[in-house]
């Protein structure tokens, strides 16, 4: 079901000025998390601003990380839908660690969360995937994730990853 946000934000990015200055990736994750948390009962706002940009900055500096160039710009968009809040990225990378990306949703889709998150910690990183970010949105908020993949005519992969988080979660976390 795709119902129309009850409130949304969408930002357009250049890449180089996020690289630049780090901190930015930070700032606009707590700015769009502050945007949506006014959607959200007073007593609630505080865990859900906080559960929110956590994941848009996970988000954000993969978008960042992986890009697969200084030029292309990045999109970050968040909405509430409803029941749930969608968080969303649009960039485009590498194939290589495009695949990487797929790779490992497909693995948090599949696996125990507590023995990957424990794994991981220990030292089990997979060099130039995603790190443990995206394990933590999944385990601790009970996020979805998608991610779609689609080529380019310079062998780069457009990445369009979503997150969907539901409400009631976000304000009992």
Same mark, same amino acid.
């Given at each position: /079901? ?9 930002? =357009? ?6 690289? $630049? @200055? ?5 700032? !606009? +994750? ?6 949506? +948390? @006014? ?6 706002? +505080?865990?859900?601003? #906080?559960?929110?940009? !956590?994941? =848009? #900055? ?6 960042v990380k992986f890009r697969a160039d200084e030029q292309t710009g990045i999109k970050i968009a968040a909405g509430r839908h409803g029941g749930f809040v969608r968080i969303e990225t649009w960039n485009a990378a590498p194939d $290589?660690? =495009?695949?990487?990306?797929?790779? !490992? ?5 599949? &696996?125990?969360?507590?023995? /990957?998150? +424990?794994?991981?910690?220990?030292? %089990? ?5 995603? &790190?443990? %970010? ?15 993949? !689609?080529?380019?005519? #310079? &062998? $780069?992969?457009?990445? @369009? ?6 409400? =009631? ?5």
């Amino acid at each position: /079901m795709n119902a129309a946000p009850a409130s949304s934000i969408e930002l =357009a990015l250049r890449p180089t000025e996020l690289v $630049a @200055h780090w901190k930015r990736c930070s700032l !606009t +994750a707590d700015w769009i998390s502050s945007y949506l +948390a @006014h959607d959200f009962e007073p007593k609630a706002r +505080a865990t859900a601003k #906080n559960a929110l940009s !956590t994941v =848009a #900055n996970e988000l954000l500096e993969n978008a960042v990380k992986f890009r697969a160039d200084e030029q292309t710009g990045i999109k970050i968009a968040a909405g509430r839908h409803g029941g749930f809040v969608r968080i969303e990225t649009w960039n485009a990378a590498p194939d $290589a660690r =495009a695949r990487l990306l797929a790779s !490992t949703l497909e693995e948090l889709a599949r &696996g125990s969360l507590d023995s /990957m998150f +424990a794994q991981r910690v220990a030292g %089990g990183r997979v060099p130039g995937a995603p &790190g443990i %970010g995206l394990l933590i949105i999944k385990r601790d908020y009970g996020a979805r994730l998608d991610a779609k993949l !689609t080529p380019r005519s #310079n &062998g $780069a992969l457009d990445v @369009h990853v979503s997150v969907e988080l539901d409400v =009631a979660r976000l304000e009992s976390v």
